[in-house]
């Protein structure tokens, strides 16, 4: 309806303006221009509620009462792992590029639709494959099934050395029938394992642990699958459209996505299963 007609057209200014000037880094007055528009016309306290800093989940309950519809505009907050309810409106940005462009008779001339992302061909195994691939012709050497339990720290707690050994398959660990630890010497060490993972299992015992990364606060992880289907459930005009979206039949317990009598149960339903960090705790 009108409302998201209206979203949209918002929506598209602030990519308009957002996307050259602060992600390409190369400016365009013009749809600058509109951006700093909006966000001014979104001032807090404002009707419209367009404030590019507000938290997603606020804005939209402000122009939308369906629940169903909230859902729907707010999970693109989940590629940066936030929550609707912590991530600022901003990332409304991304929702022309999966859900279309509507008219906006007020678009500052020359500016084209963005739509889609894109793809590599061959899937993003290729880019994995493509990058060791790089990696080994420079000289790298890659072991594969490696667990690094310790690191080997010289002084001023400069790591000298990683300490690795092959993953086990057992489910079960015992401490007597792990194979000995390799050490392999090295300049620079570069941590991509989970940040306070790494700090308590390894970093801890040594003292090295930072506070500051135990008691921050966890984002999700999001499992996606990339399939290549041969249907014709996906073809023609009866098919699925471009980044078809579906949701959950019971968003919480209790009724359905738009049942009045249900919305003020769902909705804290459905604010905590967005909170991570009390399911990782066992906080109820």
Not at 64 to 72: G, H, L, T
Not at 126 to 137: H, I, K, N, P
Not at 149 to 168: F, I, P, T
């Amino acid at each position: 309806g009108g409302a998201y007609a209206k979203h949209m057209v918002q929506a598209q200014r602030i990519l308009d303006g957002g996307l050259p000037n602060m992600i390409e880094e190369r400016l365009e007055v013009a749809p600058l221009v509109g951006l700093v528009l909006e966000a001014l016309r979104g001032l807090p306290g404002s009707a419209w509620s367009g404030w590019p800093l507000l938290a997603q989940e606020n804005q939209l309950r402000k122009r939308f009462k369906s629940a169903r519809a909230r859902a729907a505009l707010s999970f693109q907050s989940l590629y940066v792992g936030l929550t609707p309810y912590d991530a600022p409106s901003v990332f409304g940005l991304l929702q022309p590029l999966e859900l279309g462009p509507v008219p906006d008779a007020g678009r500052f001339g020359g500016q084209r639709h963005r739509q889609g992302i894109f793809y590599p061909k061959g899937g993003f195994g290729t880019v994995r494959d493509g990058l060791l691939q790089l990696a080994m012709q420079a000289g790298a050497e890659v072991r594969l099934g490696a667990e690094v339990v310790d690191l080997e720290l010289g002084a001023g707690s400069q790591v000298e050395g990683v300490a690795w050994r092959e993953a086990s398959s057992s489910a079960t660990w015992c401490a007597e029938t792990q194979p000995m630890a390799t050490v392999t010497s090295c300049r620079a060490c570069v941590v991509n394992a989970d940040l306070p993972l790494f700090e308590a299992k390894v970093l801890g015992p040594k003292g090295l642990a930072r506070p500051q990364v135990a008691s921050a606060e966890l984002s999700s992880s999001v499992v996606a699958l990339h399939l290549a289907i041969d249907t014709d459930a996906l073809r023609g005009d009866q098919g699925l459209g471009h980044h078809t979206l579906f949701l959950a039949t019971d968003p919480g317990g209790g009724g359905g996505w738009d049942d009045d009598r249900a919305r003020p149960l769902d909705e804290p339903r459905r604010r905590l299963a967005w909170d991570w960090g009390s399911r990782l705790t066992g906080a109820a």
